[in-house]
């Protein structure tokens, strides 16, 4: 079992508010996806990162993908409360499945 | 396009009852994929579908567990003599392709409550 620890796993900021979130793993993958899933609702993709040290932008959110391929980090700017959800990150070392963190749970206070 | 679909999207039951719960996948998506979701906790992965075949099924829970698909479409997960640690929400995904990088656009869930 590969497993990707995420953090923090709760979050309640004020709407303006940067924020972080770290997901790490002892294993390498080879890509890495960041979902957000509200309450009723099935996860949504945000983004694919697939290199080392990989750097994609997504209007106020940034994800980077660690060097070594084991981590990720998500970065979200200016909080709007529209940004609350839990954030999954999920991992892929190649096989047909991924495999999900543990989750973050925001919450932007207006 | 319609997505995924899954129903029903509540399921109460009693220990020791089977139930069926079902995934209608996005048309022509190849790769369908089934998780179970403890409450406000990531995703576990259980069972992996290429057309219908399942060559991954390392992630069920137990023998109580089985699932199939037919037509390369619609899927059931089969649990037979429930129990309450079977409590959860079960999210059905499809994808284009059976390749892990691909996106996974998932269904609402089942929220299964077995008492």
């Known amino acids: 079992t590969q497993l990707l620890e995420q953090s923090p796993q709760f979050l309640s900021i004020q709407e303006g508010e940067n924020l972080t979130v770290y997901c790490n793993s002892s294993?390498?993958?080879?890509?890495l996806q960041w979902y957000r899933q509200e309450p009723g609702e099935g996860p949504v993709l945000l983004v694919t990162v697939v290199t080392g040290g990989e750097v994609k932008k997504l209007k106020r959110l940034t994800f980077q993908f660690g060097d070594a391929r084991k981590d990720s980090s998500l970065h979200i700017t200016a909080a709007q409360p529209g940004d609350t959800g839990l954030y999954l990150c999920?991992?892929?070392?190649?096989?047909?499945?991924?495999?999900f963190g543990t989750g973050t749970r925001l919450t932007v206070i207006p | 396009g319609a997505g995924v679909s899954q129903s029903p999207s509540n399921k109460v039951t009693e220990k020791g009852k089977d139930v069926e719960l079902r995934c209608d996948p996005i048309?022509?998506?190849?790769?369908l994929y089934w998780y179970r979701q403890s409450l406000g906790q990531g995703l576990e992965f259980l069972i992996y579908?290429?057309?219908?075949?399942?060559?991954?099924k390392s992630g069920l829970p137990s023998d109580r567990f089985s699932a199939e698909r037919t037509g390369g479409s619609v899927s059931t997960l089969t649990i037979q003599r429930t129990q309450q640690e079977d409590s959860a929400v079960y999210l059905c995904?499809?994808?284009?392709?059976?390749?892990?990088?691909?996106?996974?656009?998932f269904g609402p869930g089942t929220r299964l409550t077995v008492l």
């Open positions: 999920a991992g892929s070392s190649g096989a047909n499945n991924l495999f």
């Open positions: 995904a499809s994808s284009p392709e059976g390749l892990s990088y691909n996106e996974q656009f």
């Open positions: 048309s022509g998506h190849t790769a």
């Open positions: 294993s390498v993958f080879s890509s």
């Open positions: 579908f290429q057309g219908n075949s399942a060559p991954d």
